[in-house]
């Protein structure tokens, strides 16, 4: 059976997923502050949907981190975020942490940014974005990325 996360889900639960936030809404079905470690095993995961919630996360370098230790090798993470150039990351006063495609290139295994700073940053997390799209909404733009682990 395949481990699949949805992270942050609050009350839009999903079936067939481990339904992840840290308020026990109706449905959810792990308890967990994802500020600190998350409670699955190294290489547990095959799959996480992070819907709406790493911008309400304080430290990137720890939830990109966490995410990759989490994920088996080549598993993958769909990741869905409000961007810096649009309304909907400025807001909603709950984000604390502010994305846009740029962002992810520090956790991108070849890139000169992970090569440059990952280690000097604390950056494990070695990921290969294979696809990205950036769609406009009622509140701004959102970028929707999917990336896997790159795990030697």
């Not at 839009?12 to 994802?34: E, M, R, S």
């Not at 440059?116 to 974005?129: C, E, L, N, S, T």
Request: with cysteine.
């Amino acid at each position: 059976m395949k481990m699949k996360l949805n992270l942050g889900c609050c009350d839009l639960i999903q079936p067939g997923y481990i339904n992840v936030d840290h308020i026990k809404f109706p449905g959810v079905t792990v308890i967990a502050d994802l500020e600190l470690s998350w409670p699955f095993k190294a290489s547990s995961i095959d799959e996480i949907l992070a819907l709406d919630i790493i911008e309400h996360l304080h430290d990137k370098i720890h939830t990109m981190n966490e995410m990759w230790r989490v994920l088996k090798p080549n598993a993958r993470a769909f990741i869905w975020v409000p961007t810096t150039n649009g309304v909907g990351a400025w807001q909603d006063p709950t984000h604390v942490s502010y994305w846009n495609k740029n962002s992810f290139l520090y956790y991108e295994a070849g890139s000169a940014y992970n090569t440059r700073f990952a280690a000097g940053y604390g950056i494990k997390a070695k990921f290969r974005m294979t696809h990205y799209h950036l769609e406009q909404g009622f509140d701004g733009e959102k970028l929707q990325l999917l990336m896997e682990a790159v795990k030697f």
